[in-house]
């Protein structure tokens, strides 16, 4: 079993920056591969960015690529997300989620490859 939990949501304006965390509870988190997803207010939960088991592998959806930078603490069970040049489109509930079946140094952006989910964080980005 493994118990996700997000942090670092807020409001911020357009154009600033929050760092979301996710600490995750259970031994070999450095075997996970893991992921942020995001869910705007009747949409679908949609992937952002993912990072595999040693951080030297990320891949982002073509809408956060330079904006977002995902990256892992393996000592200290924790994935994080950098989030800068906020829009309001990012508007959403964030998620954070542990693929447990990942191969090393694999990533992956389908939503069903996920075990684990956190409860989320929600960011709001006003105009």
């Known amino acids: 079993q493994v118990q996700l939990g997000e942090s670092g949501g807020g409001l911020v304006q357009a154009g600033g920056s929050l760092r979301l965390s996710c600490a995750a509870s259970g031994r070999s988190f450095s075997s996970y591969t893991m992921g942020w997803f995001r869910q705007a207010p009747g949409k679908e939960r949609e992937f952002v960015a993912t990072i595999s088991w040693t951080g030297g592998t990320t891949y982002y959806t073509d809408s956060v690529k330079g904006r977002f930078t995902i990256s892992r603490d393996n000592a200290k069970n924790t994935v994080y997300l950098q989030m800068n040049n906020l829009k309001p489109e990012d508007t959403a509930v964030y998620y954070c989620?542990?693929?447990?079946?990942?191969?090393?140094?694999?990533?992956?952006?389908?939503?069903?490859?996920?075990?684990?989910w956190g409860q989320g964080t929600q960011v709001t980005v006003s105009s």
């Open positions: 989620a542990t693929d447990l079946d990942g191969r090393p140094e694999t990533t992956t952006a389908t939503l069903a490859d996920y075990d684990y």
